[in-house]
C-alpha cells in the first residue's frame, strides 16, 4: 500500500495542513469536520472524494489560518482491505450481519488487455460467496 500525490482514484486522507504555522490535524469523523471553525467547502450533496473534498478549509485551531486538505490519496487496494468493515457500515450498525458474514471472502483477478489497438484496459471481476446474503 502507498500514498500518492496527485491522483483522483483512491481514499483521501483526512488530514488537513496549517501552512502558516505547520500543524496537522487529522479528522476522525464527519461530525468532527462539521464543528470546525469557519467550515467552507462542504457542500450537499456530500461527496468526500477528489477533487470535491479538496475545497473544503477550516481555521486552525492553533493560529487561526486556513488549514487544507493534503492531496495525497492512499492506494485503491487500501479500500478493497477495508471492504468487509465499510460494506455493512461496522462498527457503526449492522455489527449481527457483520459478525455473520466475518470473513468477507472476495476474489479480485486483474487482467490486462489491449483494446483498440493500443488504450489499456483492466478488468476486476469479482466473484460473491452468495451464503453472505
Request: net charge negative.
Amino acid at each position: 500500500m502507498g500514498f500518492f500525490q496527485g491522483a483522483l482514484l483512491g481514499t483521501p486522507l483526512s488530514v488537513w495542513h496549517c501552512a502558516r504555522c505547520d500543524s496537522y490535524e487529522c479528522i476522525g469523523s464527519l461530525d468532527e469536520l462539521k464543528n470546525k471553525p469557519d467550515l467552507r467547502g462542504l457542500v450537499e450533496p456530500l461527496d468526500l472524494h477528489r477533487p470535491f473534498v479538496d475545497d473544503i478549509t477550516f481555521h486552525c485551531g492553533k493560529c487561526g489560518a486556513e488549514m487544507k486538505r493534503q492531496p495525497e490519496v492512499i492506494d485503491c487496494w487500501f479500500d478493497s482491505g477495508a471492504m468487509p468493515l465499510a460494506q455493512w457500515h461496522y462498527p457503526f450498525q449492522n455489527k449481527d450481519i457483520f459478525e455473520r458474514c466475518f470473513p468477507a471472502i472476495i476474489s479480485v483477478r486483474l487482467l490486462t488487455r489491449r483494446v483498440a489497438g493500443s488504450i489499456p484496459c483492466m478488468l476486476y471481476p469479482l466473484c460473491f460467496r452468495e451464503a453472505l446474503f
